[in-house]
């Protein structure tokens, strides 16, 4: 259930699946669009919206935004060619 007890899971699910298609959208005006200008600021206040709208429905406000990348640490494969003396 959504945290207000308003969406069944596959409304959620559904609901989350369009707010990041729409998002993505903006993020495509956003950039081929003027910094700062008129588009550009009624686009981001889009965005931030839809980030405002994912922290209500799963507490996450961060859902929708690329993750870092991430070194894979000691779990790296050896390297063939790389050796240690």
Not at 6 to 23: K, M
Not at 43 to 52: K, R, Y
Not at 59 to 65: K, P, T, Y
Request: charged share 25%; net charge positive.
């Amino acid at each position: 259930m959504g945290r207000r007890g308003v969406l069944v899971r596959a409304e959620e699910v559904a609901f989350l699946e369009e707010a990041a298609r729409l998002r993505r959208q903006c993020i495509d005006v956003l950039s081929r669009a003027k910094p700062q200008g008129p588009l550009y600021n009624a686009t981001a206040a889009i965005v931030d919206a839809i980030d405002g709208l994912a922290e209500v429905v799963t507490g996450n406000r961060a859902r929708f935004h690329q993750a870092s990348p991430r070194t894979p640490g000691p779990d790296l494969p050896p390297v063939k060619w790389r050796t240690v003396e």
